[in-house]
């Protein structure tokens, strides 16, 4: 078969093993998984008392423009309905984008390291990749910028980054989006959104409204704790939402998901709680980095990067042998590093404990 060509250079996304498999291999009854961003304490209450009494025609397509959902998050962010876009997570979106914009005789510009799905989707539509550094774990906007070519269509943001937490100030990202030329897209990802503290953040949705060749994404996998349920959107001006809806498969996200989306904007009580006890859980680790004088990234997100200065595997696989499973920093990009994600205090302890146990069994080698 005559399979795209760069098709062949690529590897699916690796999630790593399952807590069963985990489980079964080292004999373990608890296992912790700090791996992927999800959230400690679930979803809100209130999605799960709706869900339960939700009696789904799972024969019929959902409701392919997610009016509820759309009507509610509309609302909620005070924007029109048509400045929306939905997606099966944001990694649909990042998906849909890429289709829509990205071609052979296309460039498209990120920051390295950052999230992968950027650069994987880039390769599938066949376009150039042109992965700029980041410089003290931040985005160099200002090479970004010098990035920018003729071909270039769509130039992506990760703020807060993922894998380094960091995030861009709101004067640096007003100073980049004055530069870019309105032809490009310039996509923000937002998916630690809620988590974010640092005050001179910006309101990336009053943005839209100034950059017309801006798109924000956000997502209910992280802070809302629905990652199983796939909701994602994409905010920017009807222009944009129109081009691009074509681009989306008609029933991407399912019934279930719209109604657990919907619900769970209505707690932000929840999120607000989530957010305080996320800092909290931060602190353990960033008084664990301080006594042991391990390096890391400030982070504005629910995961941090510590720099352990050993091979980030080796850190892997003696958490994983006790119950505790991470992300090695070898595949994000920081072969010595490890990226944690926050837990409840109780587990925040566990992990650490194990960390402490690691440190003093290596101390001098
Ligand atoms: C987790 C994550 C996503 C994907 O979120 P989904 O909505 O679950 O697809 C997108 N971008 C970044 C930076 C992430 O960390």
């Not at 030329?181 to 005050?199: G, T």
């Not at 498969?249 to 719209?258: H, Y």
């Not at 920093?329 to 926050?342: C, H, N, Q």
Request: aromatic share 10%; net charge negative; with cysteine.
């Amino acid at each position: 078969m005559r399979w795209k060509e760069q098709l062949l250079t690529l590897t699916p996304y690796q999630p790593g093993k399952s807590i069963e498999a985990v489980k079964r291999q080292f004999n373990l009854e608890r296992i912790v998984k700090l791996a992927s961003n999800e959230n400690p304490f679930g979803c809100s209450a209130r999605v799960l008392s709706t869900l339960q009494t939700y009696q789904p025609s799972l024969a019929l397509y959902p409701d392919g423009y997610a009016t509820k959902l759309r009507e509610t998050l509309a609302e909620f962010l005070e924007v029109d309905a048509d400045e929306l876009i939905f997606g099966n997570g944001s990694d649909n979106l990042i998906q849909i984008i890429s289709r829509a914009l990205l071609h052979s005789d296309a460039s498209t510009i990120m920051a390295s390291p950052t999230f992968s799905q950027y650069k994987h989707n880039a390769i599938i539509e066949g376009a150039i990749v042109k992965e700029i550094p980041l410089v003290n774990g931040d985005h160099d906007l200002d090479a970004m910028l010098g990035a920018i070519d003729e071909q270039t269509n769509v130039i992506w943001v990760c703020s807060p980054n993922n894998p380094t937490g960091t995030y861009i100030p709101e004067y640096k990202l007003i100073s980049f989006l004055e530069k870019v030329p309105s032809h490009i897209l310039v996509v923000v990802d937002e998916a630690y959104f809620e988590y974010v503290v640092a005050e001179d953040y910006y309101d990336s949705i009053k943005l839209t409204r100034q950059y017309e060749n801006l798109i924000v994404l956000r997502t209910f996998s992280k802070i809302y704790g629905l990652a199983s349920l796939r909701v994602g959107y994409g905010v920017a001006n009807r222009a944009i939402i129109k081009a691009l809806e074509p681009a989306r498969e008609p029933f991407n996200v399912n019934s279930i998901g719209q109604l657990a989306a919907s619900e769970a904007i209505h707690d932000q009580e929840f999120v607000t709680d989530c957010k305080e006890k996320n800092r909290q859980g931060l602190e353990q680790f960033y008084l664990f980095c301080e006594e042991n004088q391990l390096s890391y990234y400030p982070t504005q997100t629910n995961f941090i990067l510590i720099d352990f200065k050993v091979d980030g595997d080796l850190i892997f696989q003696y958490l994983q042998e006790r119950g505790y499973i991470v992300r090695s920093g070898k595949a994000l990009g920081f072969p010595k590093a490890v990226r944690i994600t926050v837990g409840s205090s109780e587990q925040n302890e566990g992990v650490l404990k194990v960390l402490s146990e690691f440190l003093e069994a290596n101390r001098g080698n």
